[in-house]
């Protein structure tokens, strides 16, 4: 009887046992996934098949395809734009950048003067906003790209600091090849053709007013041929000392509000943002931290570090590509790691690698190296809606929470972080707007199968270029074009003539009915289907239109953030460390210590 009774106490206590230590794995679990660190990595105009992880057997990326390995890798990873400005709108915002005004119904879809009065709009809520007010250290480092002030040179009301970052250490444009001397000028070529025209016009009107003075067909006060005269002088000594000195007003290193470099050096460019990384989360580890990590590699002009300058297979973007490798390795995995450790931060932090978008395949040097990236077997690159120009890299990492080495082939976006680190924040998604982004985690910890991504729209600029439509009970992934790019050469897979695609008149071709493909088994976009290879052809583009009906419904008029008003140079908007009599000239910079690079 004694032995019965102490059998059934001892099953009692094991019992008790097990149950206090499944709530205290529950306990531990879902503390886990609450206010976790969150590294946010991204690179600018990196082509999904530049790293190893997917598929490149010739650049050495270890460290990257480390985080692949150790986490989960996306191998239908979309960026909501393909260029640069729009695309990093709405991964902040989780929301089309047609929402935000931040996509161009001009030529022009991205800024590309410091001194531009247009920018990410101050109602917009960004990811960092939210993390900051649920007690989040924020940090922005490196390329901003999202404007800067609006009326006056010190208002920063599109600066990184106003959109919820704590911290700033970057470039709030972007790296143009105007900005390192000898790689010439992409802006140059791009509006060369409109400063000719505008010249000839002043030059012509100039000429004629003085020849119909001279002939007397009617007189012409001097005062008017003067007048014109001066306006010709004034506009072509602006634009010579625009140029002549537009690295020194458009490319410089900004701490928080101050100008610290400028023009921006290149050398130890990337140990130093590194750097500036390291110390940030050396300094914020005892609270948790948003840090976005937004390289300038591989966005032309390509520079590396003397270790690594030489070393890779693919010339100098090679070169590019795997030092920001190093970086990656400085982070997360390598000597930083020890700090992570030593700081319990490892398994509380959540790590997500990616590019803006897609290779920029145009991008060639005056010498005929190649300066662009590899997309892999994608058609298209930068500026265009193939899926070589969206297409991304998405490789997330969070060691105990998400599974290591899995592969989700769904649809995702890089709108989908906004939402996801929101909630693990513990913060409320807005509710008086539309956010298009979806919460990854359910589908990175297998709780669920499919991506809440029924439909994707694809813009080009502010206009509707292409949707994609995964339907609930199919594994196919359909896509329809509106328009496509005219590529030039008429063989080539990008616009080499004006180094980008344009979204409208002559450098499109509509289509009607529009073209269709399945991803699933035509990722490369070779052959489009007609109603005699697809018998549900009409069908498809009858939904698909309906989502698009739908879509443009939810669309509201905002301020066009882009437009040429916001795009100019406005000179009282400029900044200057300096003054202009000494060129705008500073370096505060050059005493900050780099850490020691093995490139091996």
């Excluded at 946010?40 to 992880?53: F, K, Q, R, T, Y």
């Excluded at 970086?327 to 997360?332: A, Q, R, T």
Aim: proline letters at 4%; glycine letters at 8%.
């Amino acid at each position: 009887m004694n032995q019965a009774a102490t059998s059934k106490r001892k099953k009692m206590g094991l019992l008790l046992f097990l149950t206090v230590l499944q709530c205290a794995i529950s306990s531990v679990n879902t503390y886990s996934v609450s206010n976790p660190n969150v590294v946010l990595l991204i690179a600018d105009d990196l082509g999904i098949g530049d790293l190893g992880c997917y598929g490149n057997r010739t650049l050495r990326t270890p460290h990257i395809d480390r985080l692949a390995k150790e986490g989960v890798t996306l191998t239908q990873h979309i960026a909501a734009s393909p260029l640069c400005t729009p695309s990093r709108a709405a991964f902040l915002t989780g929301r089309y950048p047609i929402r935000s005004g931040m996509a161009a119904f001009s030529r022009v879809g991205v800024f590309l003067f410091s001194a531009s009065s247009g920018g990410l709009p101050s109602e917009e809520i960004t990811f960092s906003k939210l993390l900051k007010q649920r007690g989040y250290a924020t940090a922005l480092i490196g390329k901003w790209h999202l404007g800067m002030n609006c009326e006056s040179n010190n208002d920063f009301c599109h600066h990184p600091l106003s959109h919820g970052f704590d911290y700033f250490y970057g470039l709030t444009v972007t790296n143009l090849r105007d900005c390192k001397p000898g790689q010439g000028s992409v802006f140059l070529k791009g509006v060369q053709m409109y400063l000719v025209i505008l010249i000839q016009i002043l030059g012509v009107t100039a000429v004629s007013l003085a020849v119909v003075h001279y002939v007397s067909f009617f007189k012409v006060p001097f005062e008017a041929l003067g007048f014109c005269l001066l306006i010709t002088c004034i506009s072509l000594a602006v634009l010579i000392f625009f140029f002549y000195h537009f690295r020194h007003l458009n490319c410089f290193l900004m701490r928080d509000h101050q100008i610290i470099q400028q023009p921006l050096s290149y050398e130890n460019l990337t140990q130093r943002l590194t750097t500036e990384a390291v110390r940030f989360i050396e300094r914020n580890h005892n609270a948790p931290f948003l840090l976005v990590l937004s390289y300038l590699h591989v966005h032309t002009a390509l520079y590396a570090s003397k270790m690594f300058r030489g070393k890779s297979r693919h010339g100098l973007y090679g070169d590019a590509v795997e030092e920001m490798d190093w970086s990656v390795g400085m982070l997360i995995l390598g000597q930083i790691l020890d700090v992570l450790e030593n700081y319990n931060l490892s398994n509380r932090s959540l790590v997500y690698f990616s590019s803006d978008q897609g290779a920029h395949i145009e991008e060639i040097s005056s010498s005929g190296e190649v300066h662009g990236g590899c997309n892999g077997i994608y058609k298209g690159g930068k500026s265009t809606n193939w899926e070589g120009g969206i297409r991304v890299p998405g490789l997330l990492r969070w060691p105990g929470v998400i599974h290591a080495g899995t592969y989700i082939d769904d649809p995702t976006s890089n709108m989908d972080i906004f939402p996801t680190i929101v909630k693990l924040a513990g913060a409320q998604l807005p509710y008086d707007r539309i956010i298009d982004g979806h919460d990854l985690m359910p589908l990175l910890q297998g709780k669920v199968i499919r991506s809440k991504h029924e439909f994707l729209f694809h813009y080009c600029n502010a206009y509707l270029n292409a949707v994609r439509w995964h339907p609930r009970n199919s594994e196919s992934v359909w896509k329809v074009f509106f328009f496509t790019p005219n590529f030039t050469p008429e063989d080539s897979s990008g616009c080499y003539d004006s180094h980008v695609c344009f979204c409208y008149g002559g450098f499109i071709t509509q289509h009607d009915p529009p073209l269709l493909f399945d991803l699933s088994r035509d990722p490369e976009e070779k052959v489009p289907l007609t109603p005699e290879t697809e018998n549900r052809f009409y069908e498809i583009l009858s939904v698909i239109q309906l989502a698009v009906d739908n879509h443009t419904r939810s669309l509201q008029a905002v301020s066009d953030q882009l437009s040429w008003n916001n795009l100019v140079w406005k000179p009282w908007l400029q900044l200057c460390c300096s003054s202009f009599f000494q060129f705008c000239y500073c370096d505060y910079d050059s005493e900050n210590s780099v850490p020691e690079v093995h490139s091996g």
